[in-house]
Protein backbone atom coordinates (compact mmCIF):
# COMPACT_ATOMS: atom_id res chain seq x y z
CA UNK A 1 0.00 0.00 0.00
CA UNK A 2 1.20 3.62 -1.06
CA UNK A 3 0.90 6.80 1.06
CA UNK A 4 2.30 10.02 -0.05
CA UNK A 5 2.80 12.29 3.40
CA UNK A 6 3.98 16.10 3.86
CA UNK A 7 7.72 15.65 5.34
CA UNK A 8 8.63 17.34 8.78
CA UNK A 9 12.46 17.79 9.31
CA UNK A 10 13.41 14.46 10.45
CA UNK A 11 11.37 12.76 7.77
CA UNK A 12 13.79 15.00 5.17
CA UNK A 13 16.79 14.23 7.02
CA UNK A 14 15.85 10.38 6.64
CA UNK A 15 15.04 10.54 3.00
CA UNK A 16 18.82 11.49 1.91
CA UNK A 17 19.36 8.12 2.66
CA UNK A 18 16.78 6.70 0.02
CA UNK A 19 19.09 4.73 -2.77
CA UNK A 20 19.03 6.72 -6.26
CA UNK A 21 21.84 5.00 -8.13
CA UNK A 22 20.78 2.95 -11.16
CA UNK A 23 22.21 0.97 -14.06
CA UNK A 24 22.99 2.60 -17.32
CA UNK A 25 22.64 1.01 -20.76
CA UNK A 26 21.82 3.56 -22.89
CA UNK A 27 21.62 7.51 -23.03
CA UNK A 28 19.32 9.97 -25.04
CA UNK A 29 20.75 12.34 -27.76
CA UNK A 30 18.81 15.33 -28.27
CA UNK A 31 18.37 15.69 -32.09
CA UNK A 32 15.97 17.98 -34.60
CA UNK A 33 13.33 15.62 -36.37
CA UNK A 34 11.25 17.50 -38.51
CA UNK A 35 11.68 21.38 -36.71
CA UNK A 36 10.98 19.69 -33.54
CA UNK A 37 13.27 18.82 -30.95
CA UNK A 38 13.58 15.07 -30.25
CA UNK A 39 15.32 12.50 -28.56
CA UNK A 40 17.55 9.93 -30.46
CA UNK A 41 18.08 7.14 -27.63
CA UNK A 42 21.94 5.46 -28.03
CA UNK A 43 23.56 2.17 -26.76
CA UNK A 44 26.77 2.44 -24.39
CA UNK A 45 28.90 0.97 -22.52
CA UNK A 46 27.48 -0.16 -19.43
CA UNK A 47 27.94 1.67 -16.19
CA UNK A 48 26.71 2.59 -12.56
CA UNK A 49 25.38 6.09 -11.84
CA UNK A 50 25.31 7.28 -8.70
CA UNK A 51 24.11 11.23 -7.71
CA UNK A 52 26.18 13.17 -5.00
CA UNK A 53 23.68 13.88 -2.15
CA UNK A 54 23.72 17.80 -0.62
CA UNK A 55 23.28 16.96 2.66
CA UNK A 56 24.43 20.42 3.70
CA UNK A 57 21.56 22.09 3.76
CA UNK A 58 19.33 19.44 4.88
CA UNK A 59 22.32 19.60 8.20
CA UNK A 60 21.06 23.17 8.42
CA UNK A 61 17.82 22.07 9.31
CA UNK A 62 16.28 21.55 12.64
CA UNK A 63 15.81 17.71 12.94
CA UNK A 64 13.81 17.53 16.17
CA UNK A 65 10.38 18.69 14.80
CA UNK A 66 8.29 15.20 13.61
CA UNK A 67 5.05 17.51 13.60
CA UNK A 68 4.51 18.66 9.36
CA UNK A 69 6.24 21.68 8.92
CA UNK A 70 5.20 24.74 7.05
CA UNK A 71 6.79 24.84 3.91
CA UNK A 72 9.38 27.44 3.51
CA UNK A 73 9.04 30.00 1.44
CA UNK A 74 6.93 28.63 -1.50
CA UNK A 75 8.13 24.69 -1.29
CA UNK A 76 7.35 21.73 0.15
CA UNK A 77 8.57 18.03 0.37
CA UNK A 78 6.39 14.92 -0.05
CA UNK A 79 7.37 11.04 1.03
CA UNK A 80 6.51 8.32 -0.11
CA UNK A 81 6.04 5.23 2.30
CA UNK A 82 5.38 1.57 0.58
CA UNK A 83 3.42 -0.82 2.93
CA UNK A 84 5.41 1.22 5.98
CA UNK A 85 8.82 1.48 4.63
CA UNK A 86 10.17 4.73 3.13
CA UNK A 87 10.41 4.61 -0.60
CA UNK A 88 10.80 7.90 -1.95
CA UNK A 89 10.66 11.25 -1.76
CA UNK A 90 9.74 14.87 -4.11
CA UNK A 91 11.23 17.93 -3.35
CA UNK A 92 8.94 21.20 -4.72
CA UNK A 93 9.55 24.32 -4.95
CA UNK A 94 8.66 27.88 -7.76
CA UNK A 95 10.90 28.27 -9.77
CA UNK A 96 11.96 31.99 -11.19
CA UNK A 97 9.61 31.69 -14.17
CA UNK A 98 6.41 31.10 -12.11
CA UNK A 99 6.46 27.19 -12.95
CA UNK A 100 6.37 24.58 -9.67
CA UNK A 101 9.77 23.32 -9.92
CA UNK A 102 10.88 19.46 -9.50
CA UNK A 103 14.19 19.92 -7.33
CA UNK A 104 14.24 16.32 -6.19
CA UNK A 105 12.65 13.29 -7.16
CA UNK A 106 14.10 10.03 -5.90
CA UNK A 107 12.45 6.92 -5.29
CA UNK A 108 14.68 4.08 -3.37
CA UNK A 109 16.32 1.12 -5.65
CA UNK A 110 14.54 -1.11 -3.76
CA UNK A 111 11.04 -0.28 -4.87
CA UNK A 112 11.07 1.07 -8.30
CA UNK A 113 8.61 -0.19 -10.84
CA UNK A 114 5.68 -0.27 -8.41
CA UNK A 115 4.11 3.69 -10.07
CA UNK A 116 5.87 5.39 -6.84
CA UNK A 117 7.81 7.68 -9.20
CA UNK A 118 4.35 8.61 -11.01
CA UNK A 119 2.55 8.83 -7.60
CA UNK A 120 5.12 11.16 -6.45
CA UNK A 121 4.82 13.38 -9.15
CA UNK A 122 0.77 13.12 -9.61
CA UNK A 123 1.43 15.02 -6.00
CA UNK A 124 3.61 17.90 -8.19
CA UNK A 125 0.64 18.38 -10.47
CA UNK A 126 -1.67 18.51 -7.56
CA UNK A 127 1.21 21.18 -5.69
CA UNK A 128 0.94 23.26 -9.40
CA UNK A 129 -2.45 23.14 -9.87
CA UNK A 130 -3.29 24.28 -6.26
CA UNK A 131 -1.48 27.09 -6.79
CA UNK A 132 -2.63 27.66 -9.73
CA UNK A 133 0.77 28.01 -11.64
CA UNK A 134 1.57 27.35 -15.27
CA UNK A 135 3.26 24.15 -15.33
CA UNK A 136 5.34 22.09 -13.33
CA UNK A 137 9.35 22.02 -14.46
CA UNK A 138 11.98 19.46 -13.91
CA UNK A 139 15.77 18.81 -15.30
CA UNK A 140 17.28 15.12 -15.64
CA UNK A 141 20.40 13.74 -17.26
CA UNK A 142 20.41 12.06 -20.44
CA UNK A 143 21.71 9.00 -18.77
CA UNK A 144 18.53 8.49 -16.79
CA UNK A 145 16.87 6.74 -19.73
CA UNK A 146 13.87 5.45 -17.36
CA UNK A 147 13.05 8.49 -15.78
CA UNK A 148 13.02 10.03 -18.64
CA UNK A 149 10.14 7.68 -20.25
CA UNK A 150 8.25 7.89 -17.17
CA UNK A 151 8.34 11.92 -17.87
CA UNK A 152 7.17 11.36 -21.33
CA UNK A 153 4.69 8.40 -20.14
CA UNK A 154 3.47 11.37 -17.60
CA UNK A 155 2.72 13.76 -20.13
CA UNK A 156 5.81 15.64 -19.89
CA UNK A 157 7.02 17.58 -23.02
CA UNK A 158 10.74 18.47 -23.57
CA UNK A 159 12.04 21.51 -23.85
CA UNK A 160 15.19 22.19 -23.85
CA UNK A 161 18.93 20.83 -23.34
CA UNK A 162 22.38 22.13 -21.97
CA UNK A 163 25.50 20.15 -22.84
CA UNK A 164 27.48 22.21 -20.83
CA UNK A 165 25.55 22.27 -17.92
CA UNK A 166 27.32 19.48 -15.56
CA UNK A 167 30.65 20.61 -16.70
CA UNK A 168 31.20 23.16 -14.35
CA UNK A 169 31.06 19.78 -11.92
CA UNK A 170 33.10 17.87 -14.28
CA UNK A 171 34.76 19.32 -17.30
CA UNK A 172 35.01 16.05 -19.06
CA UNK A 173 31.46 15.16 -18.12
CA UNK A 174 29.44 14.49 -21.51
CA UNK A 175 25.96 14.01 -19.65
CA UNK A 176 23.15 16.46 -21.07
CA UNK A 177 20.84 18.54 -19.18
CA UNK A 178 17.21 17.60 -20.45
CA UNK A 179 14.82 20.03 -19.02
CA UNK A 180 11.14 18.79 -19.06
CA UNK A 181 7.72 20.53 -19.46
CA UNK A 182 4.08 19.60 -17.78
CA UNK A 183 0.97 21.83 -18.08
CA UNK A 184 -2.34 20.95 -17.06
CA UNK A 185 -5.31 20.99 -19.35
Not at 37 to 48: D, G, T
Not at 97 to 108: F, K, L, M, Q, S
Amino acid sequence: MLTLTRASARQRQAATRLEDGFRVESELQPCLREGVLALEEVPVAPYFKRYPRDDASEAMRPASDDAAIEPEGDADTYLAHWQGELAGVIELSVAWNGYARVDDIVVDAAWRRRGIARALLEQAFRWCRERKLPGVMLETQNNNVAACRLYMHCGFQLGGFDREFYRGLDPRSREIALFWYWRPD
